[in-house]
């Protein structure tokens, strides 16, 4: 197997990380960030659904877009809104057994390693290339998810649409000011006119959708093994 250009091995349990470049949101390079943008439609219902990707050492944009198509540098549905800076220093790069960072190492060895950020994020590429697009069972969630139990991401291998989601929710922070207006606006403007014309029970119905949703993510996950990739 090749090295990617992103590390340098010292020796078998010494990994020295080359410096990434500044996040620039006007060149719209991102290193090792976890990306997102509103969902036509959806977002306009539930906004705290969207679109998210995963970047490269260079600031590429990997997001798994539709079946058989993860798109380079090409986020799908617009501008990015929101990013979080991940740490490479808390991914496990193993060599061999011996050289494993995490607490895991045989979960993760089974379950899929690599050599550097790059590494796991084009085996994951090729990966989801293969595989069918459905919002609710293999989605650009699914992929990013891949690629950080790939990483052993922060020692976990539980990785998920869930605990990803969330941690966009929880932890992003919004590019510029229009991010927030362009990711909010359409819902506000979908409630008035719900609210308008069929009243108070319009938004009702959308937190009967918004909690069915939500329900049927978190029970793909976490009571059918297997259901949601």
């Excluded at 290193?31 to 590429?60: A, F, K, N, R």
């Excluded at 990997?62 to 490479?88: H, K, M, Q, T, W």
């Excluded at 808390?90 to 995490?102: R, S």
């Excluded at 922060?154 to 229009?178: C, E, H, P, T």
């Amino acid at each position: 197997m090749e090295l990617e250009p992103g590390i340098e091995i010292e020796d078998s349990s010494s990994l020295t990380l080359w410096p990434l470049e500044p996040i620039d949101p006007k060149r719209l390079k991102f290193p090792c960030c976890l990306v997102w943008t509103p969902l036509p439609i959806v977002s306009w219902l539930v906004p705290y659904i969207g679109h998210i990707g995963i970047c490269h050492e260079d600031g590429t944009v990997l997001d798994f877009f539709g079946s058989n198509l993860v798109n380079v540098d090409e986020f799908g549905y617009g501008a990015i809104a929101r990013y979080i800076p991940l740490d490479r220093n808390k991914c496990c790069f193993p060599t061999n057994m011996a050289t494993h960072k995490c607490m895991i190492p045989y979960k993760h060895a089974e379950s899929g390693t690599a050599l550097s950020w790059d590494d796991a994020l084009n085996t994951s590429m090729r990966q989801f290339q293969h595989k069918f697009y459905n919002l609710f069972t293999c989605n650009c969630h699914s992929f990013v998810s891949r690629c950080l139990n790939r990483l052993a991401y922060d020692g976990s291998l539980n990785w998920n649409v869930v605990n990803l989601g969330v941690l966009i929710l929880w932890k992003g922070r919004w590019v510029d000011k229009m991010s927030v207006v362009r990711s909010f606006s359409p819902f506000l403007v979908v409630v008035c006119i719900g609210v308008f014309m069929a009243g108070w029970p319009f938004l009702v119905g959308m937190a009967i959708f918004s909690a069915l949703l939500l329900g049927w993510f978190v029970f793909g996950t976490y009571c059918v093994q297997g259901l949601i990739c």
